[in-house]
């Protein structure tokens, strides 16, 4: 058997704990929206609908929703949102090398969006651009794809921009659907650092038996949905995905401050919040203000809670969606986790 050296003052006795080696994770640094000028409310449905303010309250939480007019475009709108979002994160255009907007409404079938507001907004020509479709739960999986280009070391900031047009596929004269929507776009800023939170592990679900559950017909244009259907099913996957992202991070909801869920039906969130055991003050609610603008509803809800005072840097996020496929996600965010930067 060799030997011990004895210890020197150049090998001392008890060697000092190996520093932490810092790991590059990607968090949100910054949030941004921009809503249309026109805001319709109930009442304003029930001159042309046979619907009432108190039957759209009373099952759906809605009082107003924010629509384009006339031929007015969703590009500008997702860039000022983008906009917006640098301006918080204190980032430039230029530092932006992809953008990832995600819509099930864009301007034109081809080119996406996102191309638009690259060019918009002023990013160099190297940006990567891409539009991502997974209907009501695109924000949270495009959210998951830039956390993943980031932590690969593949982007250093990414602008995710939520921005929807849901009056293009309204059906106007079905007041089971045409209370429920709205126009809108958001955008968060995601680059990397040394975070302990960041944008942490989200958990996905796809079950394409329920596709015709809530469609778009290439034909009609107009979205279809079996609204209890979807209903049930977004409580109860909202719910099991949560509880298991909270599960995959070591978290409780105890550690939980705010839970941001898809905004399509106040009923929806506040029975899976409370099958979550999350108490009510913990429970963000938008969809009074914008209806349901598909994915980007909880990028609108974070800047509305951030503007409001309920969000603090540091502060533990819950965020839940599901929509047509049905596709659904959720994951834990730690919002603006102060960062060092990671060589
Ligand atoms: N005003 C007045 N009455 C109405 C309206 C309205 N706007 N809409 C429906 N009703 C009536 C129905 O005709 C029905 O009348 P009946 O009993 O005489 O037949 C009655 O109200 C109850 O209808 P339900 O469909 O049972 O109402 P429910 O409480 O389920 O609420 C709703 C309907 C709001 C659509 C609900 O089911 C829901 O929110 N579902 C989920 C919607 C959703 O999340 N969609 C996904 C969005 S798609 C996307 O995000 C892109």
Redesign the pocket.
């Known amino acids: 058997m060799a030997a011990t050296a004895p210890a020197t003052a150049a090998t001392p006795a008890v060697a000092p704990a190996p520093r932490r080696r810092p790991t590059r994770r990607a968090g949100i640094f910054g949030v941004g929206a921009a809503l249309p000028g026109k805001v319709v409310t109930n009442d304003d449905l029930a001159q042309r ?4 303010d108190e ?2 309250v009373r ?2 939480g809605i009082r107003t929703r924010h629509w384009l007019d006339g031929d007015e475009q969703l590009a500008p709108l997702a860039a000022e949102a983008c906009r917006r979002a640098l301006a918080d994160a204190g980032r430039e255009p230029d530092e932006v090398d992809r953008i990832i907007v995600t819509t ?1 409404t864009p301007d034109r079938l081809t080119p996406g969006l996102a191309p638009t507001v690259a060019g918009l907004i002023g990013c160099p020509t190297s940006v990567v651009t891409a539009d991502l479709n997974a ?2 739960a695109g924000f949270l999986v495009a959210l998951d794809e830039a956390a993943g280009a980031v932590e690969s070391g593949r982007s250093d900031v990414v602008l995710v921009c939520a921005a929807e047009a ?1 009056t293009r596929i309204t059906d106007r004269d079905d ?7 709205g126009d809108g776009a958001a955008a968060v800023v995601v680059a990397g650092g040394d975070l302990e939170g960041g944008i942490g592990r989200f958990v996905h679900g796809t079950d394409p038996s329920m596709a015709d559950a ?1 469609y778009v017909g290439i034909e009609e244009r107009l ?1 279809r ?1 079996e ?2 259907t ?2 049930r099913h ?1 409580v109860a996957r909202m719910v099991e995905a949560t509880a298991a992202s909270l599960a995959a991070s070591g978290l409780t909801i105890d550690d939980i401050d705010l839970f941001v869920a ?1 905004q ?2 106040a ?2 969130i506040q029975t899976a919040a409370a099958e979550l055991g999350m108490p009510d003050e913990k429970v963000m609610i938008d969809v009074d203000r914008c209806a ?1 603008t ?1 994915s980007a509803t909880i990028p609108l809800a974070l800047e509305r809670a951030q503007r409001e005072g309920r969000l603090a840097p540091g502060a533990t996020i819950a965020l839940a969606a599901l ?2 496929g049905f596709v659904w996600s959720a994951g834990v965010v730690r919002w603006k986790e102060r960062a060092h930067v990671c060589a």
């Open positions: 609908l046979d619907t009432s039957w759209i099952r759906t099930i209907a009501c849901l007041r089971s659907t045409a209370v429920l929507f809530l979205l949905m609204g209890q979807v209903y977004a898809h399509a039906n009923r929806i349901n598909s929509g047509a």
